[in-house]
């Protein structure tokens, strides 16, 4: 078993709906979540940042940790075409940590 | 404007061949990361440095090896490129500290032919 599923999707909808991006977990170590943006042929970019359980907004973007279910979420309200791109969700251990555990990526495609 | 900058985004190379992946970030992190990322299977850990000389074996480092002289520059070596090493590879750093904040590069898609 995989220390974090994704979902690969490809996910797509319609531009303005309500995205939500899922991962599951199985080790309870995990203290910290990121998702990172990729967009095609780039590197992944930091997106959002979230310690231990709760939720953190950003403009758009909701990130939610629920711990006691190992499930973290990406929620993107009022989705643009520029959403368009794979998110991949990545978990660690301790802050300062050498190694993150990344989700397989899904893809995202935000249609006008 | 934070950047990871790494030297190649396509390069093609012959089965045997020796090949180096440079990789300079200049945001004087102490972290410095390689990943390869496949389909279906994300990105996977191949080496990280914490320190100028310094380095640990990640999750896949067989047929790979690095180097790390100074700070800023981290170089991945394919001693003796294979097929299945045709992949996506990623650079990264973060700060000491910091670990999860990692900024990647542009990646650069290596095919062994």
């Known amino acids: 078993q995989k220390e974090v599923e994704q979902d690969p999707g490809p996910l797509s909808v319609p531009e303005g709906a309500i995205v939500s991006l899922n991962c599951t977990y199985s080790?309870?170590?995990?203290?910290?979540f990121m998702w990172y943006r990729q967009y095609s042929r780039k590197g992944p970019e930091l997106l959002m940042y979230?310690?231990?359980?709760g939720n953190k907004e950003d403009g758009r973007f909701t990130a939610q940790v629920d711990k006691s279910s190992k499930y973290i979420s990406l929620f993107i309200r009022d989705s643009q075409p520029s959403d368009s791109a794979t998110y991949l969700c990545a978990m660690s251990y301790q802050t300062g940590a050498n190694n993150l555990f990344f989700g397989t990526g899904t893809r995202l495609t935000v249609i006008p | 404007d934070v950047k990871v900058t790494q030297s190649s985004r396509y390069l093609v190379k012959r089965t045997g061949e020796k090949v180096f992946l440079e990789c300079v970030q200049d945001m004087d992190h102490e972290n410095m990361f390689w990943y390869r990322q496949d389909p279906g299977l994300g990105l996977r850990l191949i080496y990280f440095s914490y320190d100028v000389k310094m380095k640990e074996k990640g999750d896949i480092p067989e047929g790979y090896s690095v180097s790390r002289e100074k700070k800023e520059r981290f170089s991945l070596i394919l001693e003796s490129a294979s097929t299945n090493q045709t992949s996506m590879y990623l650079c990264?750093?973060?700060?000491?500290?910091?670990?999860?904040?990692?900024?990647f590069g542009q990646g650069t898609r290596l095919t062994v032919v």
């Open positions: 080790n309870s170590a995990f203290q910290y």
């Open positions: 990264a750093s973060s700060p000491f500290d910091r670990g999860e904040e990692a900024f």
């Open positions: 979230t310690y231990s359980s």
